[in-house]
């Protein structure tokens, strides 16, 4: 009998997509009752029946599912989870209708945070982000992408960088460069103009990012902004990805048909017609519920455009606006809020949000990918949706490890 590191045996119901979803069908989706799986250095070896898997492996460490679902891990595909200080005195007024223009006169908003990341120091920042991605982690969420957008200078956002990267040894952080706004002390030509010039070949240079990220929207970097961009970021061989059509419609997610964006992410006031563009595509559409909540403003995306069609992928958007960190009720609110099926709300947690992000070998179960695997305190799918809101894990592996479980 073949050793391994752990199995997992008596697994009720095993769900896991084989590839990125637009429409569920037998073809691209395993439900598979009585399972079993054999981890070996932290990947996948085997996948079957339960029997087959304890007739063929041997292990020291077995995992009993007792008839529990397991899903892959949760991947969060865009988050700006790397700031300091907090912002819970603008929820007032936002509660009270006091317009985000208005905060950010008074000083409060994105510039606060700014203001305040700049100061901090490279490992207060470290510690800062750390509690995030454990805090993450915890919740079953075993990939994250996290963006940089709160130096808004070139010292403060290669900063920013140097800090995700530090901490990818320890968790599966995804890097992107954002262009998030502009800065208040320079124009929007000089910021333009170091973001080119410095930003894109140092961060190129240090491979301290995947993706360049730019937030296209009224009040942010229009058009021809977001095109110089995308342009220049190319030659560094970066891959793009786009905050497209959040707050206004001023045709950002058109883009798609001049540059390979590998998501748009908010939809929020796109057209049904962009909608139906990006669904043709081979483009991610990101949706980012709980950040939509946050907005209090009832503004959400038309999803119908997109359902059984477009490669939808979710994420928390963890910010100092609405900080979100758990992917658990990412899911939850995709259900409840935009109406998916608990089985699409998984596709678009899992395969759907590796996708996004460029990666194959997580957010699904394949012989050779990474073993982050969750076991529920739940018995089918079905469940994953009917029984919401509070934290439903009952083991979680990382890397094939066990992180946390309540069987002791
Ligand atoms: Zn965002």
């Given at each position: 009998?073949?050793?391994?590191?752990?199995?997992?045996?008596?697994?009720?119901?095993?769900?896991?997509?084989?590839?990125?979803?637009?429409?569920?069908?037998?073809?691209?989706?395993?439900?598979?009752?009585?399972?079993?799986?054999?981890?070996?250095?932290?990947?996948?070896?085997?996948?079957?029946?339960?029997?087959?898997?304890?007739?063929?492996?041997?292990?020291?460490?077995?995992?009993?599912?007792?008839?529990?679902?397991?899903?892959?891990?949760?991947?969060?595909?865009?988050?700006?989870?790397?700031?300091?200080?907090?912002?819970?005195?603008?929820?007032?007024?936002?509660?009270?209708?006091?317009?985000?223009?208005?905060?950010?006169?008074?000083?409060?908003?994105?510039?606060?945070?700014?203001?305040?990341?700049?100061?901090?120091?490279?490992?207060?920042?470290?510690?800062?982000?750390?509690?995030?991605?454990s805090?993450?982690?915890?919740?079953?969420?075993?990939?994250?992408?996290?963006?940089?957008?709160?130096?808004?200078?070139?010292?403060?956002e290669?900063?920013?960088?140097?800090?995700i990267?530090?901490?990818?040894?320890?968790?599966?952080?995804?890097?992107?460069?954002?262009?998030?706004i502009?800065?208040?002390?320079?124009?929007?030509?000089?910021?333009i103009?170091?973001?080119?010039?410095?930003?894109?070949?140092?961060?190129?240079?240090?491979?301290?990012?995947?993706?360049?990220?730019?937030?296209?929207?009224?009040g942010?970097?229009?058009?021809?902004?977001?095109?110089?961009?995308?342009?220049?970021?190319?030659?560094?061989?970066?891959?793009?990805?786009?905050?497209?059509?959040?707050l206004?419609?001023?045709?950002?997610?058109?883009?798609?048909?001049?540059?390979?964006?590998?998501?748009?992410?908010?939809?929020?006031?796109?057209?049904?017609?962009?909608?139906?563009?990006?669904?043709?595509?081979?483009?991610?559409?990101?949706l980012l519920?709980?950040?939509?909540?946050?907005?209090?403003?009832?503004?959400?995306p038309?999803?119908?455009?997109?359902?059984?069609?477009?490669?939808?992928?979710?994420?928390?958007?963890?910010?100092?606006?609405?900080?979100?960190?758990?992917?658990?009720?990412?899911?939850?609110?995709?259900?409840?809020?935009l109406?998916?099926?608990?089985?699409?709300?998984?596709?678009?947690?899992?395969?759907?949000?590796?996708?996004?992000?460029?990666?194959?070998?997580?957010?699904?179960?394949?012989?050779?990918g990474?073993?982050?695997?969750?076991?529920?305190?739940?018995?089918?799918?079905?469940?994953?949706?009917y029984?919401?809101?509070y934290?439903?894990?009952?083991?979680?592996?990382?890397?094939?490890?066990?992180?946390?479980?309540?069987?002791?």
């Amino acid at each position: 009998m073949n050793k391994v590191d752990t199995l997992i045996i008596n697994i009720g119901q095993l769900v896991y997509f084989k590839e990125p979803i637009r429409k569920i069908d037998s073809n691209n989706t395993v439900i598979l009752e009585n399972a079993g799986i054999a981890i070996k250095n932290g990947k996948i070896l085997d996948v079957g029946k339960s029997e087959y898997i304890k007739s063929k492996f041997m292990s020291e460490n077995i995992i009993d599912a007792k008839n529990c679902l397991v899903t892959p891990g949760l991947v969060d595909m865009h988050t700006h989870a790397l700031f300091d200080g907090s912002r819970e005195d603008e929820l007032e007024k936002k509660l009270s209708g006091i317009d985000y223009s208005e905060i950010l006169k008074s000083g409060g908003g994105i510039f606060k945070t700014v203001e305040k990341t700049r100061k901090s120091s490279l490992e207060y920042l470290i510690e800062k982000l750390e509690k995030v991605l454990s805090k993450a982690l915890y919740l079953g969420t075993t990939t994250i992408e996290v963006k940089s957008g709160y130096g808004l200078d070139f010292e403060n956002e290669m900063k920013l960088l140097k800090v995700i990267n530090i901490l990818k040894e320890k968790y599966d952080v995804i890097p992107t460069l954002l262009a998030h706004i502009f800065p208040k002390e320079s124009s929007k030509e000089s910021y333009i103009d170091m973001f080119i010039n410095q930003l894109l070949p140092n961060v190129a240079r240090y491979n301290f990012a995947k993706y360049v990220d730019v937030f296209c929207d009224e009040g942010a970097f229009n058009l021809e902004q977001t095109k110089l961009i995308f342009k220049e970021a190319l030659k560094y061989g970066f891959k793009l990805r786009m905050h497209a059509d959040q707050l206004k419609y001023i045709g950002c997610s058109r883009l798609l048909n001049e540059f390979p964006i590998g998501s748009l992410d908010h939809l929020e006031s796109s057209p049904p017609e962009n909608l139906e563009m990006i669904a043709k595509s081979n483009a991610s559409a990101g949706l980012l519920p709980a950040s939509m909540l946050a907005m209090l403003d009832d503004k959400k995306p038309r999803v119908e455009y997109l359902k059984n069609k477009a490669i939808i992928s979710l994420g928390t958007d963890y910010s100092p606006n609405s900080p979100m960190i758990s992917m658990q009720t990412v899911l939850d609110l995709s259900i409840y809020y935009l109406h998916f099926r608990p089985i699409e709300a998984l596709a678009y947690s899992t395969i759907n949000s590796a996708y996004s992000l460029g990666l194959n070998d997580v957010g699904t179960i394949k012989v050779g990918g990474r073993a982050d695997l969750i076991i529920w305190d739940l018995e089918n799918i079905n469940q994953l949706g009917y029984y919401w809101g509070y934290d439903r894990i009952k083991t979680l592996i990382y890397k094939g490890k066990i992180i946390r479980t309540q069987d002791n």
